[in-house]
């Protein structure tokens, strides 16, 4: 579970922004917005194979 402490002095609409970009960072508004409807295991496949792999240096190979 993701989770933001406010500041002292830092605005709600900061915290906010902060929250989102960390959800972002760790793709769980992806991962939510893909089970929002059902995925055939087709479709599902082949935009795993379109997906950049990240290799153990932190580059991205196709």
Known sequence: MVEIRLKRGESVDKALRRLKKKLDREGILRDVR????HEKPSV???RKMK??????????SL
């Not at 893909?34 to 409807?37: E, F």
């Not at 997906?51 to 991205?60: L, S």
């Open 34 to 37: 893909a089970r929002r409807s």
């Open 51 to 60: 997906e950049p792999k990240i290799n153990f240096y932190g580059n991205f």
């Open 44 to 46: 599902k496949r082949r």
